[in-house]
């Protein structure tokens, strides 16, 4: 399994970015694919998580309501649309994918994709 993240740059504050994550390499209509960041200084954090066939959506309650995690199925692509940013979401953000949301949600993902940054500026 292959996760391709980008879509990370520099905003102002109160601004928006789209992160998105292509996967490939199997199938994933029962992954459950998601984002993590981690900050300098600081632990990684769980962001979001989408069910790829059900589309049930979990978040942190920091990005509730700014965030929005979302799929494509047919491009196997992932999309975590940041609005509303504040300069506390700098960090690396992560694509992950697991079977499992448990195992996403904590951080023990199977699978990890390279990290793409995001700062934002006050």
């Known amino acids: 399994v292959q996760l391709q993240a980008s879509g990370g740059g520099l905003v102002q504050a109160g601004g928006s970015l789209r992160l998105s994550c292509a996967a490939s390499?199997?199938?994933?209509?029962?992954?459950?694919m998601g984002w993590f960041r981690q900050a300098p200084g600081k632990e990684r954090e769980f962001v979001a998580a989408?069910?790829?066939?059900?589309?049930?959506?979990y978040y942190a309650d920091s990005v509730k309501g700014r965030f929005t995690i979302s799929r494509d199925s047919a491009k196997n692509t992932v999309y975590l649309q940041m609005n509303s940013l504040k300069p506390d979401d700098t960090a690396i953000y992560y694509c992950?994918?697991?079977?499992?949301?448990?195992?996403?949600?904590?951080?023990?993902?199977?699978?990890w994709g390279q990290g793409t940054l995001v700062t934002v500026s006050s």
């Open positions: 390499g199997r199938t994933f209509s029962s992954y459950v």
């Open positions: 992950v994918a697991d079977d499992s949301v448990a195992k996403v949600k904590v951080g023990k993902s199977n699978y």
């Open positions: 989408i069910t790829w066939s059900g589309g049930r959506l």
